[in-house]
């Protein structure tokens, strides 16, 4: 059990965690700090956390776990301002969707004390943002994906291996590269489309009066482009070099298929609309199976 859990970022998935960790006994205490003074205020009248805290710096005091529920791009800063209270024996976490410049952040923010941090990505989440939502259950079955630096200390990972497991997670490690390259594929990606296609509707005439006949296959396509954009925003440009790459393999394909349309090759159409067919039922009917270039844990 940890003695206390300094909270940075008091929203969505630093609640949750907060909120689970509780709900599994292994924390005593939560002391958190906000950007914003009525989200603090608010994760206390929730329960989330036990004590508001004025500053990442004093939310960090004291504690012996660490997790960091901020922008990515804040990552640098927020290191920084709580450096010289690492102690070898603290354990410090993030939850960012991208983790080669998370890992550049740590790199740069912590410097000598860089063994205490275990980037790590739990591929959970929920259309809507902020702290109302956080839910001690979030995390059950999910994924979550750890990339040690060359220099994060064994007992740290360990430990993080350990907390993500009682939370009820699947744990895997990779390279903070590969972990890119892959959720550029499985979820970056996905985001950009959605988006592009709700912008593609909006942009034509009629554009209520079609939306209003979109059935739930639409809906479905679309979900997840009522994501919160600041954060889709930072996630696309930190990561644009793989999600550029995986824009150009998905034009390829989509420009295989309307080749195909333009020929009427109608027997040509079927059989890549059969592969990718008996692939989605296949992924779908696997039991928790472990994502590509997943190292199980």
């Not at 295989?256 to 349309?261: K, R």
């Amino acid at each position: 059990m940890f003695e206390q859990l300094g909270l940075i970022g008091c929203g969505l998935m630093g609640g949750s965690f907060a909120l689970a960790l509780k709900k599994a006994g292994l924390v005593k205490r939560v002391v958190g700090y906000s950007k914003s003074p009525s989200t603090t205020e608010r994760a206390r009248q929730l329960g989330v956390i036990d004590v508001e805290a004025p500053s990442a710096l004093l939310a960090a005091a004291g504690a012996d776990i660490v997790l960091l529920a901020v922008p990515v791009a804040a990552t640098e800063a927020t290191l920084k301002s709580i450096k010289h209270l690492v102690t070898p024996g603290m354990l410090i976490m993030d939850v960012g969707s991208t983790k080669t410049d998370v890992v550049q952040a740590a790199r740069s923010g912590l410097r000598d004390r860089i063994g205490s941090f275990v980037p790590a990505h739990p591929i959970t989440g929920k259309e809507v943002a902020g702290v109302e939502h956080a839910d001690a259950n979030l995390y059950v079955g999910s994924h979550v994906v750890l990339t040690p630096t060359e220099r994060t200390l064994t007992v740290q990972l360990e430990q993080a291996r350990q907390i993500w497991q009682a939370l009820g997670c699947e744990v895997h490690s990779m390279s903070p590269e590969a972990h890119d390259a892959t959720l550029a594929t499985v979820s970056h990606l996905p985001h950009l489309l959605a988006f592009a296609m709700m912008q593609s509707v909006l942009s034509q005439p009629g554009a209520d009066a079609t939306l209003a006949l979109a059935g739930p296959g639409f809906r479905d396509f679309t979900r997840i482009a009522a994501s919160n954009p600041q954060i889709w925003r930072d996630i696309l440009l930190a990561n644009r070099e793989q999600v550029l790459a995986q824009s150009r393999q998905f034009r390829q394909a989509l420009e295989n298929l309307e080749e195909l349309i333009l020929q009427g090759d109608g027997q040509g159409l079927q059989d890549r609309i059969t592969l990718a067919s008996a692939a989605r039922a296949h992924w779908r009917q696997g039991p928790r199976a472990t994502p590509p270039d997943f190292q199980g844990a």
